[in-house]
Every structure is written in C-alpha cells, then in structure tokens.
C-alpha cells in the first residue's frame, strides 16, 4: 500500500474547505478513509492545523481533529528530524522538517500545494491534482 504525507495545506482545505481546493482535499481524505492509501502526516503538521482551524473559530475544531487523528498516522518531530532540517540548507525550515518527516516515515509520495520549497527532495512531491492522476 502506498504511503502519502500530507503537508498541512491539503488538511486546511478539507478542514476550512477552502474554496477551489477541497474537493481534491477530500478525495485524498476519502482514499485514505477507504484504506485504499496510508497516510502520515508530522506532530507539526498536526499542531498547525489546530492553530488555523481555533484561528478561524471553529467550534467543531476537536471533532475535526479527532476525524484526522483516526485515519492520519503521525510522525514525531525527534532532534533528528530537527537536525537534519537544520543542516539541509532548505531555505523554508518548516518544509524542510515535512521533507525529513516524510523520510522518517517512508513514504512514497509528499502531496501538497507547495512544490517549490521541496525541490531537493528525493521523494516524489506532487499537488492533490497530480496524485489523484497517479491512480
């Protein structure tokens, strides 16, 4: 089975359901529900999407959360991870720590709406759109 990691973004469109991007969002969100993908995501990742989701008031923002959490794997942002981040030379510092998260995890694939701070990565890293053509 094929490991995914979401980057924050393609969560905040489902979760905010940003127009223009969540459909996409929730076709990943409904591959990973069907078991059809596995996917991860960092401890970062996660933190962040509970900051905008209190950030824009919502009041479901724990339900949310839980929903995620029940299909989401998370990968802990060790010193390592940290480490290697800091010694990558990746000019975004929190990508750079998604892209060793991602490493950590094995995945197959880093799926978000921001290509251009991954261009050092030796996994593969595609939009929503992209991936959703793989299959």
Same mark, same amino acid.
């Given at each position: 089975?094929?490991? /995914?990691?979401?980057?924050?973004? /393609? ?70 991870? /940290? ?53």
């Amino acid at each position: 089975m094929r490991v /995914i990691f979401l980057d924050s973004d /393609i969560l905040l469109d489902a979760t905010l359901k940003r127009p223009g991007f969540i459909l996409p969002a929730l076709n990943i969100i409904n591959l990973i529900q069907n078991r059809q993908v596995k996917a991860v995501t960092s401890s970062v990742v996660f933190v962040n999407v509970h900051y905008f989701l209190d950030r824009y008031d919502r009041s479901n923002k724990f339900t949310l959360l839980k929903e995620l959490r029940s299909i989401l794997s998370i990968i802990n942002v060790s010193e390592e991870i /940290i480490d290697l981040a800091l010694k990558s030379g990746i000019n975004d510092f929190e990508d750079a720590v998604q892209y060793y998260a991602a490493k950590n995890a094995k995945a197959d694939v880093i799926i978000t709406r921001n290509i251009k701070d991954y261009k050092e990565s030796t996994i593969p890293v595609l939009t929503p759109e992209q991936f959703l053509r793989t299959l």
